[in-house]
């Protein structure tokens, strides 16, 4: 199948989801109308996209942490735990051998995991525990809950997830490729990606909002935020395209708070001008900040001011949703305890923040200007070369080219991260 920016039509879809159900066992006989069902049936305070556009009209914050581990009962006793602390939202985090489609390693992990009495996977195996265990998770808890994982070819695992009620999935076919994966062309991810959206635009026909939320820090670490923001606002046209109404951006912050306030405006800001511009209507845009994903202070004072800092940020950049990190994070998975700190410190930030705006200065309105004309001309360009030569432009340059990033001050006394330029070299 081509690669073109256009939406898929229905025989286009079931004929290639017949290939999907068939990679595992757990995806045969998901009926997508008998799922709609269930759908319908999803409590309004466990729809994800309900929460996220209600918390957005109301000017509040949402918190989000990540988790997931291997057995059922102790996923299921996490959540709890992540729900008692005060997330607003859950997660599930997904292994990584599912994230690699490795469905059989997965389940030889399961097995062991059950023989040796401890987890052998790092994170929750959807795919083979299939649909009906998945809803138990759902069924199990009070909160929204989303995948979130890191997978190329994430069909199988939208198809099972969605049919067990969970109401958003995050990822897209850059942001889950090129940070992730090195031996999986842009172009099989982008139509893989295609197609989880194409599902969820097929539900959206039927009457149920399903949100998508692409992976806005990419690799973690200082990503001009030029980059992430085109990034993010390609794969919200790609997701548009294909039906998706309710539309969560992601930033990762990098430390200067007010480079990371513009870039998440401008964000929101830009991607409402080209949702309108290519005529996508009735766009549900939210969006979410990431705290710091790069390494972490192993002293646990440090790591909670740096908490803290990525609080104060989201709050200045009026996002809609922060994913939160632990105090462990230097120290390996965290713990539920932990997990409960970093929501309780972030909370507790947001609280003392309130609504003071102290970042209308000259230097803010300097780096939105600044953030605006960058992310335009990535944009621009990917648009000059036309959607419908992503397959030989776009996706052949990105997978066989070097990259070359002439930076500025990336780690500078004040911690900006500029793009002074790119330099595709074959």
Not at 127 to 136: D, I, P, S
Request: charged share 25%; glycine share 8%.
């Amino acid at each position: 199948m081509k690669l073109m920016h256009r939406k898929w039509t229905e025989d286009q879809f079931y004929k290639v989801r017949k290939e999907v159900l068939n990679q595992w066992h757990t995806g045969k006989g998901i009926d997508i109308e008998h799922a709609a069902s269930y759908l319908q049936s999803v409590p309004k305070h466990k729809s994800f996209h309900r929460k996220m556009i209600e918390a957005d009209r109301e000017g509040k914050i949402l918190l989000q942490p990540r988790a997931g581990v291997g057995g059922l009962q102790e996923h299921i006793k996490l959540l709890h735990n992540l729900e008692k602390s005060g997330a607003d939202i859950l997660p599930t985090t997904i292994d990584s051998f599912t994230r690699q489609n490795q469905y059989e390693h997965c389940e030889e992990a399961i097995r062991e995991t059950s023989r040796l009495g401890r987890s052998m996977l790092n994170g929750f195996p959807a795919v083979n525990y299939g649909v009906e265990k998945c809803k138990l998770v759902f069924e199990s808890v009070n909160l929204p809950l989303q995948a979130r994982h890191g997978t190329p070819d994430a069909r199988l695992l939208s198809e099972i997830v969605h049919a067990s009620g969970w109401t958003s999935n995050e990822g897209g076919g850059i942001s889950y490729n090129i940070p992730y994966a090195k031996k999986v062309s842009l172009e099989r991810s982008l139509l893989d990606w295609q197609y989880c959206d194409k599902l969820v635009g097929i539900y959206e026909e039927l009457g149920i909002r399903l949100n998508r939320e692409p992976f806005g820090p990419l690799t973690g670490t200082l990503v001009p935020p030029c980059v992430s923001n085109a990034v993010a606002i390609l794969e919200g046209l790609m997701a548009a395209e294909q039906g998706v109404k309710s539309i969560t951006l992601g930033y990762g912050q990098l430390g200067n708070l007010c480079q990371d306030v513009a870039a998440i405006r401008v964000l929101k800001e830009l991607a409402q001008e080209y949702f309108d511009r290519f005529e996508y209507e009735g766009i549900e845009l939210t969006t979410v900040l990431h705290q710091w994903m790069g390494a972490f202070p192993n002293d646990e004072t440090q790591a909670l001011a740096l908490i803290s800092w990525g609080s104060v940020t989201a709050k200045y950049a009026g996002v809609t949703k922060i994913i939160v990190k632990t105090p462990q994070e230097a120290l390996g998975v965290p713990t539920a305890e932990s997990n409960a700190q970093g929501i309780r410190m972030s909370r507790a930030m947001l609280n003392w923040v309130g609504n003071q705006n102290v970042l209308s200065t000259k230097e803010l309105t300097f780096e939105i200007d600044m953030l605006r004309i960058e992310t335009r001309c990535i944009i621009d360009r990917v648009i000059e070369l036309g959607w419908e030569t992503l397959r030989s432009e776009l996706s052949k340059r990105l997978n066989k080219a070097c990259w070359t990033f002439h930076l500025r001050r990336v780690c500078s006394t004040k911690g900006r991260c500029f793009l002074q330029g790119i330099c595709l070299e074959q």
